[in-house]
């Protein structure tokens, strides 16, 4: 007799022979999502099936009532070449006006070929829309470049003002991008709630150097939570259940890992310091230090980079819930490492040639391992009203580069 062991937040599972089982109260870690939960019978199910033996089928005509829906990504790099090229080629003979095209058949392409239950994604944005706010954010950005060259004071105070902006600017990003995305004819939606983009966009990174850095965590936790359970599809709120610890327990994994890193630099350039000094011409210490850094230091960190945003991508999907459907994310750090390891060097050694390549492979990799967890089917949603909105946050955000997705 063996037993099926499922994690309750991502549902993983793992066949064990039952007298290997620990007795039910017994607290266990999801090897998957590091969660830990009580193992009881709702977790445990006994199964007199053979590990190898082909899932249950359900009855002719019928839907499971619970059932895990992974996400599909069908694009090929030939396909987002031809956009990619044209897109770039255009923007520069227009200086940069057709931006708001090429963004619009980007997503296009990367919407339709990303598919869940056999339904692919639409992006329903009006280039001409996004245009106006590609305007108005290329005037700001052209005044505040000047004006920081003629007076730093200016430059000053415009920063001071454009960080107050921020939240703003997160919120009506948020509004166009969830507005013009649909799902089976049925858009989503966000909720502008501004009081709460404030206190998680601009008062929170206040506090943190005067926290030396201990309230990134909870700030973390407070504009994933923001972006989450704002966001609606239809009539259907989405819900976040990650708490302040868990962000907590992956910042300080990730600083543990950075002094792992710093420590191993350091003591490589000690070593190679060593050898440096006690050799002539050419190979005294100042030649090796360059390299170190570039060969030890970066790759190191970056590896600290990727682990915490995978960490905290896995945690806020596999938190998301959409009525009583449940996301599940399983990406790798090891995976997505060598992703974008291999990706920097194929795009740096083609000249850039290889950045669609390299586009469509971590979104392969990305959508591939997300899923839904369905209870029931996804046609049960009621649509919602979805008024027109402005883009000038969206553009303005990407002129002056500021990241407000969900994940990285």
Same mark, same amino acid.
């Given at each position: ?10 549902? &993983? ?21 590091? +969660? ?6 709702d977790?445990? +199910? ?16 019928k839907?499971?009532? #619970?059932r ?6 069908? =694009?090929?790099?030939?396909e ?5 090229? *044209? ?13 708001? /095209? ?15 239950d056999?339904?692919?994604? #639409? ?10 706010? /590609?305007?108005l ?24 003002l ?5 939240? /703003? ?18 858009r989503?939606?966000f ?31 407070r504009?994933?939570?923001?972006? *989450?359970?704002?966001?609606? &599809? ?5 819900? &976040? ?39 002539? =011409? ?29 960490r ?9 819930? !959409? =009525? ?6 399983? !990406? ?27 586009? *469509? ?7 591939? +391992? ?5 209870q ?20 303005i955000g990407?002129?002056? #580069? ?7």
């Amino acid at each position: 007799m063996s037993v099926i062991i499922r994690c309750p937040q991502c549902q &993983f599972t793992k066949t064990m022979p039952s007298e290997r089982v620990p007795a039910a109260g017994t607290r266990a870690k999801c090897p998957q999502c590091s +969660h830990v939960f009580l193992l009881s019978t709702d977790t445990a +199910h006994q199964t007199a099936a053979p590990p190898n033996a082909p899932p249950l089928q359900p009855e002719s005509g019928k839907t499971p009532a #619970d059932r895990l829906v992974p996400f599909q990504f069908h =694009g090929t790099a030939r396909e987002y070449f031809g956009i990619w090229i *044209v897109n770039t080629l255009l923007k520069i003979v227009t200086l940069g006006i057709y931006s708001p /095209w090429a963004k619009v058949r980007k997503r296009r392409f990367f919407y339709a070929n990303s598919r869940v239950d056999n339904t692919s994604f #639409d992006y329903l944005a009006d280039p001409l829309v996004l245009l106006k706010g /590609w305007v108005l954010g290329a005037g700001l950005f052209i005044a505040y470049t000047l004006g920081s060259n003629f007076s730093p004071l200016f430059g000053n105070v415009a920063g001071l003002l454009f960080l107050l902006v921020l939240p /703003w600017l997160v919120v009506r990003s948020r509004l166009f991008n969830t507005r013009n995305t649909a799902y089976r004819s049925l858009r989503f939606n966000f909720k502008p709630a501004y009081r709460e983009a404030y206190a998680a966009y601009a008062w929170l990174p206040l506090l943190a150097p005067l926290t030396l850095g201990m309230i990134v965590p909870y700030m973390y936790w407070r504009q994933k939570r923001f972006l *989450v359970e704002n966001a609606r &599809f239809g009539q259907t709120p989405f819900s &976040f259940g990650a708490g302040v610890s868990d962000f907590y327990i992956i910042a300080m994994k990730s600083s543990g890992l950075a002094l792992l890193v710093f420590a191993a630099t350091f003591s490589l350039f000690g070593v190679f310091g060593g050898l440096g000094a006690m050799a002539a =011409g050419p190979f005294q210490v100042g030649t090796f230090l360059p390299f170190l850094l570039l060969l030890v230091a970066m790759p190191g960190y970056l590896l600290v980079y990727i682990y915490f945003q995978t960490r905290i991508f896995n945690l806020t999907f596999n938190a998301t819930r !959409l =009525g009583s459907h449940r996301f599940v994310s399983r !990406l790798r750090v090891r995976d997505l490492f060598w992703l974008f390891l291999s990706n920097a060097l194929a795009i740096t050694a083609s000249c850039g040639l290889l950045i669609p390549w390299a586009a *469509v492979r971590l979104a392969r990799y990305r959508v591939s +391992h997300l899923a839904l967890n369905l209870q029931g089917s996804l046609g049960d949603f009621l649509a919602a009203s979805t008024p027109e909105v402005d883009a000038a946050g969206e553009e303005i955000g990407d002129i002056f #580069d500021i990241d407000i997705e969900i994940a990285f």
